[in-house]
C-alpha cells in the first residue's frame, strides 16, 4: 500500500522556497509567504532549507514538506543534509520526507551514507529518505542502501555533471534512471517551464519540484535581461 504523502504528491508541483544567506530574499519569513503564495496556487508540498525556514513554513502551510539542511564541510563537496548531524536535526522537525545528498562523493568526517540511512530507519521509522541524486550510479545505490525516493535533484549541480541539462536530448538522463530504479522519482533541478513541468510527469516521475523558476526572483530577472541583451542594434526600434 502506497505511503499517505506519495499519494498525495502524485502528479503534482512541489515548489522548493529556499534562498541562502548571500541572497537577497533570505528569510524565514519570506520563504513561509513564498509557500503560501506556491500552495495557494496549486502546489501541494514544499522544499526548504534550514530548520528555522521549515518551522516557518510549517505556521503557515499544512502541505508535505521536503526538509533540508545545507552545510558546507571543508573536506568534502558534499552540502545537502550531508551529516548524520544534520538529518537528525531535520527529521527531529516533523517533516515528511528527509532530502540528502546520494552521490557517490566522499562524504564530511568520513562518513557512510548506508550508515547514515539505516540509523535514521531506526530513530524515524515514519519519515521517508528521499536520495538527492546526479548519476544512474548513484540512484541504483540509494536504492539498493534503502532510500524510499529518488530525486535528480543534482543533475547539472556537480562538478561530473555541470554542463549537463535534464531536459537534453529529449530527457535522456531521466528516462534512464525511470529505467534504473523501481522506487518513485522526483523530478527536480533545472526544471524551468511549465512545459518541462508536465513533460517530466508524463514519463512516469511520481512529481516534480520547481526551485528557482518560481522563487528565485534574480534567477528569473536574469532570463529577462539575458533575452533583451540579445537585440542587436539593427534590431533596436528607432522611435524615442
Ligand atoms: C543543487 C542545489 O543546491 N539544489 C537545491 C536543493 O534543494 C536548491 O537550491 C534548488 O533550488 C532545488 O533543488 C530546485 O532546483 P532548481 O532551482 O534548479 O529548480
Redo the contacts with the bound molecule.
Keep these: 500500500m502506497e505511503n499517505k504523502t506519495l499519494k498525495h504528491l502524485k502528479d503534482n508541483l512541489i515548489v522548493?522556497c529556499?534562498a541562502l544567506e548571500e541572497e537577497p530574499l533570505h528569510s524565514s519569513f519570506i520563504m513561509s509567504r513564498m509557500a503560501l503564495a506556491a500552495v495557494q496556487s496549486g502546489a501541494v508540498g514544499i522544499?526548504a532549507?534550514s530548520v528555522k525556514d521549515i518551522k516557518a513554513i510549517q505556521e503557515t502551510v499544512s502541505v508535505p514538506i521536503i526538509g533540508?539542511l545545507k552545510k558546507v564541510y571543508p573536506d568534502s563537496p558534499v552540502f545537502?543534509t550531508p551529516t548524520l548531524a544534520e538529518v537528525r536535526e531535520i527529521c527531529a522537525t516533523g517533516v515528511e520526507i528527509v532530502a540528502m545528498d546520494a552521490t557517490l562523493r566522499k562524504r564530511p568526517n568520513e562518513e557512510k551514507l548506508k550508515d547514515i540511512v539505516t540509523t535514521i530507519k531506526a530513530e524515524y521509522p515514519n519519515t521517508l529518505l528521499m536520495a538527492d541524486t546526479s548519476s544512474i550510479a548513484d540512484v541504483k545505490k540509494a536504492e539498493e542502501i534503502g532510500f524510499e525516493i529518488i530525486g535528480t535533484?543534482?543533475y547539472g549541480?556537480t562538478d561530473e555533471t555541470q554542463h549537463e541539462n535534464i531536459a537534453d536530448d529529449d530527457f535522456i538522463f531521466l528516462k534512464e534512471v525511470l529505467k534504473a530504479t523501481n522506487l518513485p522519482v522526483i523530478a527536480?533541478?533545472?526544471?524551468d517551464t511549465p512545459l518541462k513541468a508536465r513533460k517530466v510527469l508524463e514519463l512516469g516521475c511520481h512529481c516534480v519540484?520547481?526551485?528557482?523558476?518560481i522563487t528565485r526572483p534574480q534567477q528569473i530577472t536574469l532570463t529577462f535581461v539575458s533575452e533583451i541583451n540579445k537585440m542587436g542594434k539593427g534590431n533596436k526600434s528607432d522611435r524615442k
Design positions: 522548493s529556499q522544499r532549507n533540508i545537502i535533484t543534482l549541480y527536480e533541478g533545472k526544471i519540484v520547481i526551485g528557482g523558476a
